[in-house]
């Protein structure tokens, strides 16, 4: 998978790892088993530092997208959580404020919500 | 003699001219989706404009080299050495500087190009990493490769060593295991150097960043046998002229060869594994290069970056180790003509002897000899100089001094002008020395007021 990572933006590069991580497992092109650069290797790879990669790492461990392992780095694993992250959970609720600010209904938000979700295919992994 | 050094120097020096613009003018040609250091899409090959600004650019390039190459020649009216190299090497700063404002103005007429067509993908503070590719395990050149010769290049310190003359056996040896660890270093950070992402196609990045991975590990492991080669050939034949200009001819040449070779085969993989490249989502990083040929971006950590095509490396200048780097670099370049500056005042400039009381001093530039009255063993005129080759130290056609060692294999100390004869030989405590003043009388003078000191004790 490529990773972008945007120094100019709001979100901090730890996040942005962890999201495009998650985006990619959703869309298949990081499937269960497959391997991710070492801390090291990809803090190195990508001029940052260790500790940004390795809250990345963390992040992505804790709500069960990867497993880390001392010999073989981390490893995308098919055992999710069935359930959303806080993160992500408060991106949706500023994201219900600002329709309801600017006047959505519920029904077009939901619909938006309904193209997103079939824009971006879920892979085998999540179903 | 004369004649003869200026060719060296002057074939020494021309070689960089069509390998510069021989490299640059084959940045017109499409890798990585880069055309003269800008980033197109896949429909821009075909592009009028675009053929256009590439054709025009390499007649360009042909026409400046074939006027530098031309206007080199009437470096050899000039009847002075030194004079000669201040020219020659004034001379190529330009034709280094020339081709790259010309790669330069053409860069930024395809940027504008760019601009107008809508071409442009970038966007700044970017940066894309393929973690596919960063996962791969790389094999690389193993250490024991780079062992070898630098263990070869210490051999005739160890054999010279053990001999007792071991001075110029431990410059050439500590100069060969320099060369060697300089090699083996650049291996090490070559594969500490970021992937070669062209496209969202991490296969093609694992491709391109392991061809340019291996070329460049073994450019380095074979120049480190070559550099070992060179230190075990000069030491053998220490004691003859001819085979010192053949084998750091050959030297020289075969490093140049190799390394062209390599970035040549190269560009050629890029160029193969990239021509269907561009058509879809494709990286492009113009906004961090300036003029197609500088590294700007703050938001690298790295110190050095690849080049964008081929092999070559270049620093990263928003870092502050890069700009020093960078102008340690141009200062280099543009402080080159001091260089022949600095012959010419060590070719004009005469040796001088001077006599006090109880010492006797030999004196050129910044090199000065004192000679105690009290140390002097025996004094000896001559009208010729034995045959003598230099170990270490200036060898001139009007200026000879260091250290050098005579047909009979006597290490002795000079200071003086071959064409002005007489000489004085004076044999110390402390070694043997060849002195003269430019002036004869004043060496004759000299020699008798050092004879007369001999002779009274």
Known sequence: MLLRLDFSADVPIYMQIRNQVVVAIAEGKLTAGEQLPTIRALATEAGINMMTVSKAYQTLKTEGYIATDRRSGAVVTGDVKRVLSENALEYLRVIVAEAKLSGMSKTDLLKLCEDCFEASPVATILN | ?457
């Open chain 2, 1 to 457: 003699m004369s004649i003869a050094f200026k060719l060296i120097l002057y074939f020494s020096l021309i070689i960089v001219v069509p390998i510069v613009f021989v490299m640059l003018s084959n940045e017109s040609k499409p890798k990585k989706n880069i055309i003269l250091g800008v980033t197109l899409p896949y429909q821009a090959r075909t592009d009028e404009a675009v053929l256009h600004i590439c054709a025009r650019f390499r007649r360009y390039m042909r026409n400046t080299a074939i006027i530098c190459i031309a206007s080199s020649l009437l470096l050899f009216l000039l009847p002075s050495l030194s004079l000669f190299l201040t020219l020659l090497l004034l001379w190529l700063e330009i034709v280094i500087i020339l081709p790259y404002l010309l790669y330069a103005r053409a860069n930024l007429a395809l940027s504008a190009l760019k601009r107008e067509r809508g071409w442009g993908t970038e966007s700044e503070g970017v940066l894309m990493v393929d973690t596919s590719s960063v996962a791969l395990k790389t094999r690389r050149i193993g250490h024991i490769w780079f062992a070898i010769p630098t263990i070869i290049s210490l051999v005739p310190a160890v054999i010279d060593l053990v001999r007792g003359e071991y001075l110029e056996a431990l410059i050439l040896s500590g100069s060969g295991v320099l060369i060697c660890g300089l090699f083996w270093g650049i291996h090490g950070i070559i594969y500490r150097q970021r992937a070669e992402i062209v496209e969202d196609d991490s296969a093609l990045t694992a491709v391109l960043t392991r061809v340019r991975r291996r070329n460049f590990g073994l450019m380095c492991c074979v120049g480190s046998y070559l550099s070992a080669a060179l230190v075990l050939s000069m030491w053998l034949f220490m004691e003859s002229n001819a085979a010192f200009i053949i084998t750091t001819g050959a030297y020289t040449l075969g490093i140049i060869a190799l390394a062209l070779w390599t970035e040549m085969r190269t560009r050629f993989v890029q160029q193969r594994l990239t021509a269907e490249s561009g058509k879809g989502t494709y990286i492009d990083e113009d906004s961090q290069w300036i003029f197609g040929l500088f590294y700007y971006n703050p938001n690298d950590r790295h110190f050095m970056k690849n080049d964008r095509v081929g092999l070559g490396t270049t620093v990263n200048l928003a870092k502050t180790s890069g700009k020093i780097l960078g102008g340690l670099c141009a200062l280099t370049v543009v402080a080159m003509p001091l260089l022949g500056l600095w012959m010419m005042s060590e070719e004009y400039s005469p040796p001088t002897l001077e006599v006090s009381e109880r010492l006797l001093v030999a004196t050129h530039g910044g090199t000065k000899y004192e000679l105690e009255l009290d140390d002097v063993v025996s004094a000896e005129l001559l009208d010729e100089l034995p045959n003598m080759n230099r170990v270490a130290g200036t060898g001139m056609e009007t200026v000879l001094k260091g250290r050098f060692r005579t047909a009979d294999g006597e290490n002795c100390r000079v200071c003086l002008d071959p064409t002005s004869a007489p000489f004085i030989r004076i044999e110390t405590s402390e070694g043997v020395y060849y002195i003269a003043d430019r002036d004869g009388a004043v060496t004759r003078e000299a020699f008798d007021f050092v004879n007369n000191a001999v002779n009274a004790e």
